[in-house]
């Protein structure tokens, strides 16, 4: 399984960016998917989630209302538009998965070690 995230870059603060994570060897239908963040010497921060039984999104406080999580089913990718981006959300952004038919938990989806799978992860910077 390998997931491919792509999509960052460098915007001003108040701009956009859209990051997309593909798979191969996985169907994302049938998994839940997260997207996490991470700055230099900090833990990864959840950020957003998918799940695939009731097709709700989650999204921490600090990215309600400006970005959103969905999924594409036939192009096996999932998205992560950013809108209104502030300084503070410069970081490397990760998708990651659950196994194929595994639910996680509603407690442990921002939970990094509850995915099973990870892309690369991308660099987005947001200057002010």
């Known amino acids: 399984v390998q997931l491919q995230a792509s999509g960052g870059g460098s915007v001003q603060a108040g701009g956009s960016l859209r990051l997309s994570c593909t798979a191969s060897?996985?169907?994302?239908?049938?998994?839940?998917m997260g997207w996490f963040r991470q700055t230099p010497g900090n833990d990864r921060q959840w950020v957003a989630n998918f799940r695939r039984n009731n097709g709700r999104a989650y999204y921490a406080d600090s990215v309600k209302g400006r970005f959103t999580i969905s999924r594409d089913n036939a192009m096996n990718t999932v998205y992560l538009q950013m809108n209104n981006l502030k300084p503070e959300d410069t970081a490397v952004y990760s998708c990651?998965?659950?196994?194929?038919?595994?639910?996680?938990?509603?407690?442990?989806?921002?939970?990094?070690?509850?995915?099973?799978?990870w892309g690369q992860g991308t660099l987005v910077t947001v200057s002010s």
């Open positions: 060897g996985h169907t994302f239908s049938r998994s839940d």
């Open positions: 990651a998965a659950s196994g194929e038919g595994r639910q996680i938990i509603l407690s442990a989806m921002t939970n990094p070690h509850a995915y099973d799978f």
